[in-house]
């Protein structure tokens, strides 16, 4: 009987015959799971193709070997030597100089850089003296015997070198010259080993399912704009979904208990450095989960996949409230790797007869807060601080009072005549302040004073770190949850109307479920996000599984047509199980991990700033018979048409 058979049941014919297939699937599955490489060991990089090494795999103990290596012609000398350079790295080919070799040395010498060559010779030991300690094959070159130029390239745009300085958009035009650097190589291949550990941990390890789901549907309410698609029925649209959010709670509703994909997902907004047009998310679904489950996961998964060479992760990852990061950070994304909190000097201030001050305090929602910038006064100029005001300004509608401490301990503000001697040591002493720091000081509604000071809190870190000053450490990781976001926010264009804060989807905290028929503005969510230095690189919810609840939600309080999600509705009243997930963004993990300023660089075939394919040139016109089937007129620009006629 096999080990773990359920004691006491009957060995009936059927029962038997369930337990054969149970062996022979598990001893099946044992075999395959050896054979199929799911047991770690080194990739066989060779296999299949047309040489014997990779251009950085060679070492000493490849002496006196013959090897066949093919690769791209990275730099050639006055027909003595080339460098060849393939995906892995460098190796030296020595191009022989006898008569009985000159074919070989006049193919390699004219065939210029960039060409595709395949070289066949023996390993051999650099001269004393000679040997490259920078370049792993350092100890070796190839002598070569035979090459073969696979294709010639013609002059290149830009050359292939990291140090050479390119446009991002000569970069972009030409993707496949650009993806040829040792950086773009690096950063591709850490992110596809980076999925395939999550792959492994999620599926191997917790028996998530990989499920992909349409990215042809229907146009939904709430969130960014969605890309429309064109139908052959007259007036309707397809749209590409912002995430896979509907579709991976149906998927919980069907029972598949725990979901993953590594999804494409899409938003027709123009692009930012850590933003594209159509991006990728590990998307994550699980059924009777609660939010604390679900950080646990994540944070075991981020440990499982993360590159031994960032260093290890901490777990479990800190929490803060929404609340406590507007209010020390201004922001719900705070980079906790340096200090500079915002500091709450209200009470200093409330005792002193300025009126504006006093006028300002007397709102519900009115304060005073202040962040100190150490050493201001010697690393930033009064441009710099003029800057910062006039962003503030810009920006958020905010004043700032800026405040220098001199060398004697005395304050330089247009404040200090409304302040005694008194009053200068408690602000000084409230808000730490030693001899040449800046303080930045708001008075005003308490949203808007935290957003423009943790804004000028970022601006003024960049700036001393620009003067020398070390401030963040770039290898640190500070990963944090927060927690507790208002369900609900007023819209920024009618702010007697509300908007989800996360999606319409999320549930209310448990704590606060009876406001949410009462007084919705007052409702936390059950919405928590994961930030990493500063980035938000996930976010997720434990979703609302009651029809009548997510009907109150969308017609209630969001004011949204609930028709248009009639098939989620049905679907939570037939038995939807208690359920909640979190998306990641890989884009945005990734270029944090290699340390890059922009996702583009980690992403093969990035959109431009404008949202824009560089290199072919799309989005492109389309004819106006190619439209007819889609019952599609475009009303051409009379600049546009003529354009097109030329």
């Excluded at 191009?95 to 023996?122: C, F, M, W, Y």
């Excluded at 349409?214 to 995430?243: I, M, N, W």
Aim: net charge neutral; with cysteine.
């Amino acid at each position: 009987m096999a080990p773990g058979w359920a004691a006491g049941r009957s060995l009936t014919f059927p029962n038997m015959l369930r337990l054969v297939r149970r062996v022979l699937f598990q001893r099946g599955t044992e075999r395959a799971r050896l054979s199929s490489g799911w047991v770690h060991r080194a990739p066989d990089v060779n296999s299949f193709a047309a040489r014997t090494n990779t251009c950085g795999e060679l070492r000493a103990a490849h002496v006196g070997q013959e090897v066949t290596l093919c690769g791209w012609i990275q730099y050639q000398r006055q027909g003595l030597f080339l460098v060849l350079r393939d995906f892995q790295g460098l190796t030296q080919i020595i191009i022989p100089q006898d008569e009985a070799h000159s074919h070989v040395r006049k193919l390699l010498s004219n065939a210029p850089v960039e060409s595709v060559v395949r070289v066949t010779g023996i390993v051999s030991s650099r001269p004393p003296g000679q040997e490259n300690p920078k370049m792993p094959t350092g100890d070796i070159e190839v002598k070569a015997e035979t090459a073969e130029v696979l294709n010639f390239c013609k002059k290149l745009p830009f050359e292939i070198k990291d140090f050479i300085k390119k446009s991002e958009a000569l970069r972009m035009q030409y993707r496949y010259l650009d993806l040829r650097s040792s950086q773009l190589q690096y950063n591709l291949r850490l992110r596809s080993q980076v999925v395939m550990r999550m792959r492994e941990y999620l599926c191997n390890h917790h028996g998530f399912v990989d499920v992909e789901t349409p990215t042809l549907f229907k146009r939904t309410p709430g969130g960014a704009k969605e890309f429309l698609v064109p139908s052959r029925e007259a007036g309707k649209f397809y749209s590409l979904p912002q995430s896979p959010q509907q579709f991976k709670q149906l998927l919980m509703i069907g029972g598949l208990d725990r979901y993953f994909q590594v999804a494409r997902c899409y938003r027709d907004e123009g692009s930012r450095p850590d933003r594209q047009p159509e991006f990728t998310q590990i998307d994550i679904e699980m059924s009777f989960v609660d939010q604390a489950g679900i950080q646990r996961l994540i944070e075991g998964l981020l440990q499982y996949s993360w590159p031994e060479e960032r260093g290890p992760i901490m777990t479990p990852f800190p929490t803060m409230t929404y609340d406590e990061a507007l209010a020390d950070y201004g922001t719900d994304k705070p980079d906790t790797r340096f200090g500079m909190k915002i500091v709450d000097i209200s009470d200093t201030l409330r005792r002193l007869d300025i009126g504006f001050v006093q006028n300002v305090l007397t709102y519900p929602h009115g304060t005073a807060k202040a962040i100190c910038i150490p050493q201001g006064a010697r690393y930033l100029k009064h441009k710099d601080l003029e800057s910062l005001k006039e962003a503030a300004k810009s920006r958020f509608n905010q004043e700032i009072m800026d405040v220098i401490c001199r060398p004697d301990g005395s304050l330089k503000s247009l404040l200090t005549k409304f302040l005694g001697e008194e009053q200068q040591s408690e602000l000084i002493r409230v808000l730490n302040m030693q001899v040449d720091d800046v303080v930045l000081l708001a008075v005003g509604d308490h949203k808007r004073v935290c957003s423009a000071l943790g804004s000028l809190r970022l601006e003024s870190a960049d700036l001393l770190e620009a003067a020398g000053m070390v401030l963040r450490d770039p290898a640190a990781l500070h990963f944090l949850w927060v927690v507790d976001f208002p369900l609900f926010l007023p819209k920024e264009e009618n702010p007697s109307e509300l908007e989800s804060a996360h999606h319409p989807f999320t549930a209310p905290h448990p704590l606060d479920t009876d406001l949410l028929y009462s007084d919705p503005t007052k409702v936390r969510s059950q919405h928590y996000d994961l930030v990493l230095n500063g980035s938000e690189i996930g976010g997720g919810s434990i979703r609302i599984h009651n029809a009548e609840q997510q009907r109150f939600v969308l017609e209630k309080v969001l004011k949204e047509d609930s028709e248009v999600l009639s098939h989620l509705l049905e679907a939570l009243e037939f038995g939807a199980p208690p359920h909640g997930g979190i998306a990641l963004g890989l884009d945005r993990l990734i270029s944090l991990i290699v340390g890059s300023p922009s996702i583009r660089d980690v992403i093969a075939f990035p959109k431009s700033f404008k949202g824009r394919d560089l290199m072919g040139n799309a989005p492109d016109y389309v004819t106006p018979e190619e439209l007819e089937p889609y019952h599609i007129h475009v009303s051409w620009p009379a600049a546009e048409t003529e354009a097109k006629k030329n």
